[in-house]
Nanobody, 122 residues
Framework: QVQLAESGGGLVQAGGSLRLSCVAS????????MGWYRQAPGKQRELVAE???????NYADSAKGRFTISKDNAKNTAYLQMSSLRPEDTAVYYC????????????????WGQGTQVTVSS
């Protein structure tokens, strides 16, 4: 089993910053990529940012220039530094990880965390 634990969410005023963390643990041989998604009330879950094991990144247009994703491979941890937050960034933020769990099989499975609430007040 693989577990993902997010932390760092909370309430912040518009223009403020937050740093989210996501720690992956359990039966992990290698993590190919980690990402952050968010889901606002009444909306579909959407990609915020993702990062591969070699550091390639991809951002949603709404996140470019304001959010930075990073990772610590040794700690199986991903971070999302969010700055210049806006009320429309309010959502539950979910972490995911694409994990190889077997030495003999190359199958990659995606795992999700429980989410952390980010609320930006105007």
């Amino acid at each position: 089993q693989v577990q993902l634990a997010e932390s760092g969410g909370g309430l912040v005023q518009a223009g403020g910053s937050l740093r989210l963390s996501c720690v992956a643990s359990g039966s992990i041989i290698h993590i190919n990529a980690m990402g952050w998604y968010r889901q606002a009330p009444g909306k579909q879950r959407e990609l915020v940012a993702e990062i591969t094991d070699v550091g390639n990144t991809n951002y949603a247009d709404s996140a470019k220039g304001r959010f930075t994703i990073s990772k610590d491979n040794a700690k199986n941890t991903a971070y999302l530094q969010m700055s210049s937050l806006r009320p429309e960034d309010t959502a539950v933020y979910y972490c995911n990880a694409d994990v190889r769990q077997s030495v003999v099989r190359v199958t990659i499975t995606r795992h999700w965390g429980q989410g952390t609430q980010v609320t930006v007040s105007s």
